[in-house]
T-cell receptor, first 114, second 116 residues
Framework: KAGVTQTPRYLIKTRGQQVTLSCSPISGHRSVSWYQQTPGQGLQFLFE???????NKGNFPGRFSGRQFSNSRSEMNVSTLELGDSALYLC?????????????FGPGTRLTVT | GENVEQHPSTLSVQEGDSAVIKCTYSDSASNYFPWYKQELGKRPQLIID?????GEKKDQRIAVTLNKTAKHFSLHITETQPEDSAVYFCAASIRWDGGSQGNLIFGKGTKLSVKP
């Protein structure tokens, strides 16, 4: 099976702009979670989508949002970018409805805000 | 909410030695504990995990132990090799068949260096 894929892999944006990142889960996986990774804060959970519904949400401001489509692909959006949003954004897919707890990560999108 | 502490932050060993990384968690309801390995510039990769109904799990040179009473779990790597050099993350979560709560909470990571 193909692994989790994310596009784009690299992105440079300016403060105040908005950005949309995309994640395609492993075929058959219906849950997609998003994480932000920074050197200072490590890996932090943003939100989880399952069957097109946000099921869990981390402690991030409302500028961070997401959605999931009927084919399980997910997007996350960050509006009004700040310098502190520069990070590696990772998505992970899993099959929680099959008793499988494992999450498999994509390669990430490296976002740089200038 | 859940909090995961991981120690040490850096670990240097000689090739062939063992390496141990320890994590503690705060929420006694957590029942799923995965470990991820992340090489420089690459995605985190799941290397082993353990559920709260098991005390120990082993996969070749890697083992994980869980002490629910003390709320800590550890990763053991034996006969380390240079290719084991990476950052290792522990995580904790509350999961049940068909659902989860709050997703994975990660430790800050341990940078393991294996010297040839």
């Amino acid at each position: 099976k193909a692994g989790v894929t994310q596009t784009p892999r690299y992105l440079i944006k300016t403060r105040g702009q908005q950005v949309t990142l995309s994640c395609s889960p492993i075929s058959g996986h219906r849950s997609v979670s998003w994480y932000q990774q920074t050197p200072g804060q490590g890996l932090q959970f943003l939100f989880e989508y399952f069957s097109e519904t946000q099921r869990n949400k981390g402690n991030f401001p409302g500028r961070f949002s997401g959605r999931q489509f009927s084919n399980s692909r997910s997007e996350m959006n960050v509006s009004t970018l700040e310098l502190g949003d520069s990070a590696l954004y990772l998505c992970a897919s899993s099959l929680p409805d099959r008793g499988s707890y494992e999450q498999y990560f994509g390669p990430g999108t490296r976002l740089t805000v200038t | 909410g859940e909090n995961v502490e991981q120690h040490p932050s850096t670990l240097s060993v000689q090739e062939g030695d063992s390496a141990v990384i320890k994590c503690t968690y705060s929420d006694s309801a957590s029942n799923y504990f995965p470990w991820y390995k992340q090489e420089l510039g690459k995605r985190p990769q799941l290397i082993i995990d353990i559920r709260s109904n098991v005390g120990e799990k082993k996969d070749q040179r890697i083992a994980v132990t869980l002490n629910k009473t003390a709320k800590h779990f550890s990763l053991h790597i034996t006969e380390t090799q240079p290719e084991d050099s990476a950052v290792y993350f522990c995580a904790a979560s509350i999961r049940w068949d068909g659902g989860s709560q709050g997703n994975l909470i990660f430790g800050k990571g341990t940078k393991l260096s294996v010297k040839p």
